[in-house]
């Protein structure tokens, strides 16, 4: 069993960083892929960025591609989404997620064990 708690939301302008953070409690998590989605009111929710278990491994929406960094500290149990250049389109409510395999995958069902979300909110 994971635990997932994501923390670092807020409200910033457009243009802007934030840092995200998940800490997850489980001793599985080290071998865990984890990933980031992210759901706005009336949509689906929406693919981020994921992470293999080690880390060295990471895929990313074409959306932020080249804006958003996902890393983890698997000696924190943590997993970070470090955003610059945030738009007003990134508003939304942000996940994590852990999966049971190691290796990552960009489908939410990859993912069994999923945070209570953040909500990030970026203004024009």
């Known amino acids: 069993q994971v635990q997932l708690v994501e923390s670092g939301g807020g409200l910033v302008q457009a243009g802007g960083s934030l840092r995200l953070n998940c800490a997850a409690s489980?001793?599985?998590?080290?071998?865990?892929?984890m990933g980031w989605f992210r759901r706005v009111p009336g949509k689906e929710r929406e693919f981020v960025s994921a992470?293999?278990?080690?880390?060295?491994?990471?895929i990313y929406a074409d959306s932020v591609k080249g804006r958003f960094t996902i890393s983890r500290d698997n000696a924190k149990n943590t997993v970070y989404l470090q955003m610059n250049s945030l738009k007003p389109e990134d508003t939304a409510v942000y996940y994590c997620?852990?999966?049971?395999?190691?290796?990552?995958?960009?489908?939410?069902?990859?993912?069994?064990?999923w945070g209570q979300g953040t909500q990030v909110t970026v203004s024009s």
């Open positions: 997620a852990a999966s049971r395999h190691s290796v990552l995958h960009y489908e939410s069902p990859w993912y069994t064990y």
């Open positions: 489980g001793r599985t998590f080290s071998s865990s892929a």
């Open positions: 992470t293999d278990w080690s880390g060295g491994n990471k």
